[in-house]
């Protein structure tokens, strides 16, 4: 076995997934809906010869050749090595016919969600979710090795190297802090006027101020595009494709416009990763916190930042034609930033959003750690959102139904998100010593930003563990308490607190 | 072997074909450039593992056995039995490596065509298109049965069961009566009045038109979509996703109307073809000219019928909201109706474009069974353009470099689009006896139209020959003279003449 020869498999593995990339795209972003049996099928054939031959007898030899002749391999392919293993591990210990019931308990579980949100009942999607509950837990053993608890093994899958342990602390002091800002906000903020959010501004004003930006922000359009779809998303093909997607609402242009700076953020990761990682699983985001990390600096570090709105004020202005001259750029600015307890996730704030992620968290470990009963699930979850948020669901559309994560088997995958608010919180604090970030987002030229951000971060890929990138980039482990501190500072701002 | 084996196989190259085919329209609607080189490695890979499958050991396995044991085979199984079979033969008779060279051939031979068609010099691609001219007559030998000439093999890739004796005798026929006509039009013929038609409609009134256009004649937007496109096509994922794709010109509408009504015909074909043939090799048309019939019959047989144009005036100037309201219908009708000799076919109207058609038919048989020198070629191309037409190109843009058929190999496809001429009128022809044409389409409900030609095309698929299908729905063979009657009649009522 030659390295040549094990990157020629793995570069095959990789051409049909980015097959399978264009097909899902197209199913997301405008495929006639009665194709979608036929695209089913050409789906589940690709994926699964993806899936065979990732475990298959080359994949299998290459690993087993590998493990005795590391010195083989460059550095790039030693990496590829590295990360190839992983997922084999993962995806090859599962007995191949339990992995295809669970992906019909998936099949299933998503009919019962759509249901569960028609009907707005948890209970029509229960026992579909204890299926897949059981699944997860009959393979847990398969994929565990050293993690110390259930739990500890989902979340790894998403962010490799974390611990609950870990995380239980940091949620903590997150908590906490969150909770502090909103006492203080209750108790002595000037709430500010978002009246003029809702002005109507055409999709095709939104979209020339939106593209204009991403692009100012480092969003190549010339290897990505935009379009529109349901449910936001970015999706790469490769470092010169990567795609990215909004919904719009002309008398809500803030949606999109955050919408598309965050998936912007995502597309900029993918766009920047090193060609020397083309054609493998490394030219990828590191870990889905890591990722998010980058679309959330976008949307809340620089989507937060009052020289960069300040900057484009006058562009937002002249792509509106007049809507806004009445309102001034302080007022502007302060109703980006408002900041209230909300019901769905989704439509959460940057201050309360991760309480929205920390109630998650608490419940997953609850049901892979304590066994809790599903029937149990939507109390808790109630209870929960009133005692973090104050307030409570009145059905369980706006509760325990409203996200597609657990029926779609992703226990384990909502901690990336509040991980993302961290590190992008903590990645500012680091990027502050070499950019004045500040006087960049007043100018004309925002690329030492991106580029602070691609030296560090994107260029890597996959080839380097969430837990490195951040102790290289920043010079320390993951602390929240940067993320606390930068909430702190913008919402005092825009809440006229002085401390 | 059994017959479901056969065909899981046979479905398997099916799904991979329709991934290639969403990577062919992504390619062409709207692909970042720059992810060019990445979708060419996806783009043939997937082409060669389908192109494998299609010659390897299972369909071998499967020919040989239902060889002996047709009797095993359903009725569909029989007829996709046939079709791969004779895929097979065209597909496995030339050597791997001598194809795989004169894949790189043409690669090179389209990147010498764009220099040619940029310096306007077919000397650019004299070579590249000698080389692809050797392949192929090294390749007829291997194809070859009973045909009787060289070129016979090559029309036969396109139209099973046609040749060149029986073309030559058709071909003879239009021309003679096209010329006739022309004659006829230049010597009495009053011009109709075009001004108007450079009126500015924009994309958006137009879309909406064409759009409205196209759904009355019957193509399913469900099961379709309209994209933007420098090249116009339909392009089939399977019979529920049948797309098209037009070019907008906003001061020149009919382009874009004439074009969309032609790729909705070729759209309606697919999405009618019986579903017992999904997943089979014959879910399409049955031939390249049976396609180019059913695009046909709505370009030039619909699209130049007065009633149609007059139920749809009144749509047309909502559309145009007020552009058009000096116009009367006559004035209208008769304008997209005008017929002038033109160097390029793409823009030629429907009477002189089966004279480009006979022009390139005649220099092709040159080249296959006279072994013609290509220097002669331009030569020749402009001394046809002069005797058939009354024109002489300037340069080879506006002459022998204009199509991309050569460089791609498509030596032979050409007669088709004229094939399709004729094989619309004949079908109209055909139709009178069961269907009040006229009367359909000046009504609200084209529908009996569209079901006759389902009836008596569509639902067949690739299942029956073009002579077959012809024959069973007109009751007779190929007669050019359906065209020629119909041409006469269209362009002597335009034209004022009264014979």
């Not at 998503?110 to 249901?115: I, N, R, S, T, V």
């Not at 325990?400 to 992703?410: A, F, K, L, M």
Request: proline share 4%; hydrophobic share 35%.
């Amino acid at each position: 076995m030659k390295e040549q020869e094990f990157l020629q498999e793995v570069k095959e593995i990789e051409l049909l997934n980015s097959a399978l990339g264009l097909l899902e795209w197209d199913s997301q972003t405008g495929m006639p809906e009665a194709g979608s049996g036929f695209r089913g099928e050409t789906v589940g054939y690709l994926s699964g010869m993806s899936f065979e031959r990732s475990v298959g007898p080359k994949i299998q030899e290459a690993l087993s050749y590998f493990d005795e002749h590391p010195d083989e391999l460059s550095e790039v392919g030693l990496a590829v090595y590295k990360q190839v293993k992983e997922d084999y591990e993962l995806n090859h210990s599962i007995p191949p016919e339990r992995m295809q019931a669970y992906n019909t308990a998936l099949t299933n579980a998503h009919a019962a969600w759509l249901k569960a949100r028609k009907m707005k009942d948890f209970g029509q999607m229960k026992a579909e979710i204890q299926t897949i509950i059981d699944f997860l837990k009959e393979f847990i053993p398969y994929w565990k090795k050293e993690e110390a608890t259930n739990y500890d093994v989902l979340l790894n899958q998403y962010e490799p190297e974390l611990t609950v342990a870990k995380l239980d602390q940091i949620f903590a002091q997150v908590k906490t802090g969150i909770m502090e800002i909103r006492a203080v906000i209750a108790e002595k903020g000037t709430a500010p006027r978002t009246d003029f959010l809702s002005r109507k501004v055409t999709k095709e004003q939104q979209r020339k101020f939106v593209i204009g930006v991403a692009e100012q922000l480092g969003y190549d359009f010339s290897r990505g595009r935009l379009d529109d779809t349901v449910h936001p998303f970015m999706l790469d093909l490769n470092r010169n494709d990567a795609r990215i997607t909004t919904r719009w609402d002309e008398t809500n242009f803030s949606m999109a416009t955050f919408g598309v700076i965050h998936e912007a953020g995502h597309g900029i990761y993918e766009q920047s990763i090193d060609p020397k990682y083309d054609y493998t699983p490394l030219s990828t985001g590191a870990s889905m916190g890591i990722h998010e990390s980058q679309s959330l600096f976008n949307e809340i570090i620089i989507g937060s930042n009052k020289q960069f709105w300040e900057k484009q004020f006058p562009f937002f202005k002249e792509c509106t034609e007049g809507t806004f001259d009445d309102i001034t750029f302080a007022d502007f600015y302060d109703s980006l930033k408002e900041t209230k307890a909300s019901l769905i996730r989704i439509e959460a704030d940057s201050l309360t959003y991760p309480l929205h992620i920390i109630i998650r968290y608490e419940i997953e470990k609850l049901i892979f750690n304590e066994d809790i009963s599903v029937d149990e699930l939507p109390k808790i979850w109630n209870d929960k959102y009133e005692e973090y948020l104050g307030i409570r669901p009145e059905n369980d559309l706006e509760g325990i139904v409203q996200d597609v994560h657990w029926s779609g088997g992703s226990f384990g995958y909502f901690p990336s998100y509040a991980l993302g608010y961290m590190y992008a919180a903590q990645l500012r604090h680091a990027m502050e010593n070499d950019v004045e970030i500040n006087e960049v987002l007043a100018s004309d030229d925002y690329s030492p930003i991106k580029n602070w951000l691609t030296e560090h971060i994107h260029q890597y890929g996959a080839s380097r563990k969430p837990n490195r990138l951040i102790k290289d980039a920043t010079g320390e482990e993951l602390n929240p308490q940067y993320l606390i501190d930068y909430m702190k500072s913008v919402y005092y701002d825009v809440y006229k607190i002085n401390e």
